[in-house]
T-cell receptor
Framework: NAGVTQTPKFQVLKTGQSMTLQCAQD?????MSWYRQDPGMGLRLIHY???????DQGEVPNGYNVSRSTTEDFPLRLLSAAPSQTSVYFC?????????????????FGNGTRLTVT | KQEVTQIPAALSVPEGENLVLNCSFT??????LQWFRQDPGKGLTSLLL?????REQTSGRLNASLDKSSGRSTLYIAASQPGDSATYLC???????????FGSGTRLLVRP
């Protein structure tokens, strides 16, 4: 019963490097999203998807790309890492039949990826 | 712009106490509100989801109430246990939005 799985758990990057944070879920959830958590700022939505081939921007999308080729996977790409992207990143998913059903479904979170950019 | 505030930032209580965690929001036009629990180094676990039309939701020893007009929600934990020690976050969803707006959380320590 894996739920939402994120890899890696920890990552250190140098400024300018790129990398992909992986997220996979086995609950057949159509809705998936990425949040970042920073001290004193709570969690903020980066990107989200309501199904394969559909993605949209959240509150803080700059510097990040996403794609959704399958229902199970929703990777987050950092194109050119900056120190401001040092954070803990969480992937979350929920049931989605339509927007209303998604709004009313609890979010299931992964355990996070702690990223440090030096 | 919606702002969600949780006070206090940290709380320490002896085991067995009943306690209340507070969440306030500035815009009362919310769609629903969720309470989450976060253990150190872990993701968030959804505890309760309360619709804007509801006054309260209960799950075991947890009870969440919602007063939209005053912009407040409370999470009541009965007979607290050391295993309840964690950070508790509330999050609101506005109408027609996939985005959850989170508070910064209350870090709870229940002392044996």
């Amino acid at each position: 019963n894996a739920g939402v799985t994120q890899t890696p758990k920890f990552q250190v990057l140098k400024t300018g490097q790129s990398m992909t944070l992986q997220c996979a879920q086995d609950m057949n959830h159509e809705y998936m999203s990425w949040y970042r958590q920073d001290p004193g700022m709570g969690l903020r939505l980066i990107h989200y998807s309501v199904g394969a081939g559909i993605t949209d921007q959240g509150e803080v999308p700059n510097g990040y790309n996403v794609s959704r080729s399958t229902t199970e996977d929703f990777p987050l790409r950092l194109l050119s890492a900056a120190p401001s992207q040092t954070s803990v990143y969480f992937c979350a998913s929920s049931y989605f039949r339509d927007s209303v059903s998604s709004y009313n479904s609890p979010l299931h979170f992964g355990n996070g990826t702690r990223l440090t950019v030096t | 712009k919606q702002e969600v505030t949780q006070i206090p930032a940290a709380l320490s209580v002896p085991e067995g106490e009943n306690l209340v965690l507070n969440c306030s929001f500035t815009d009362s036009a919310i769609y629903n509100l969720q309470w989450f629990r976060q253990d150190p180094g872990k993701g968030l676990t959804s505890l309760l989801l309360i619709q804007s039309s509801q006054r309260e939701q209960t799950s075991g020893r947890l009870n969440a109430s919602l007063d939209k007009s005053s912009g407040r929600s409370t999470l009541y934990i009965a007979a607290s246990q050391p295993g309840d020690s964690a950070t508790y976050l509330c999050a609101v969803r506005m109408d027609s939005s996939y985005k959850l707006i989170f508070g910064s959380g209350t870090r709870l320590l229940v002392r044996p």
